[in-house]
């Protein structure tokens, strides 16, 4: 079999009108955005009104797109904000951003800056569906790992935080609880799919609900819930952990989205 037959077609990117999960690199803070165009200069970005996860982006901050730009190579994920400025007829806010971080893709679908299209590669899976799979399993994975620092986490917390007793079982319950509460149940979501990504009965790629998975992928950890307690010094050392699995989840739902563009 010919490297051309083992790819799916080939998708030019003004034909990708879904959007994608991007964070912030500041804050973790993720939204939702527009890919509008890709060159060797940068990638365009569009962030309207109409999306539910918004946020205004500032010209100088950097951003995840979590999206893999294939250049010479190798993979761009991240960059700088170069312009931002709002367009009346899109109702949105444009961006341009500078991608200058390289990271190796975890799966074979990516976007290539040179031909500006969607591109995935099947030499070494049989279809879209067991990419859909793969993709799946490690989700559910992450969301478990998240789990697990979620529950070493909260003891640890009790020792170092700045809280009495009586304020840290109250912190645990309305904050940590309810995270974890959260994950759990969005790890549920995940778990519900995997009997169909399997040799049989394979969730058909063209079948998934986006609005859902996006839901069961976004992060349910906001840094700001634990500033007041434990400082800043203390949320970067010990949340970065749990930062870092959100964010593989955010690639693995923008991946998910190209197969499901790809497929229909």
Known sequence: MSKTERSAKRLDVESVVLPFLGSRAEDYQSFEYLLQDVSVEGVGIAVPRWVVARENLRQGERLHLHLPFELGGRMLHSGIVAWVRWDEEQDAQLAGVVLDSYAPALYPVYVSVDTREVAIDLEH?????????????????????????????????????????????????????DVRAKVLGNAERLSALQPRTGEEGALAVDRLDLSELREAMEPEL???????????????????????????????YNTCVLLYINAL
Do not use: Q, W
Not at 127 to 144: M, N, T, W
Not at 159 to 171: G, K, M, P, Q, S
């Open 222 to 252: 906001y840094v700001d819930m634990f500033r007041g307690a434990l400082g800043d010094e203390t949320v970067a050392l010990f949340l970065k952990a749990i930062k870092e699995l959100e964010r593989k989840l955010l690639s693995n």
């Open 125 to 177: 899976f049989p279809g879209l569906e067991h990419i859909l799979a793969r993709v799946l399993k490690d989700s559910l994975l992450l969301k478990r790992g998240i789990l697990v620092y979620l529950k070493h986490l909260a003891a640890f917390f009790s020792r170092i935080c700045d809280l009495d007793r009586e304020e840290y079982a109250l912190f645990r319950e309305v904050v940590i609880e």
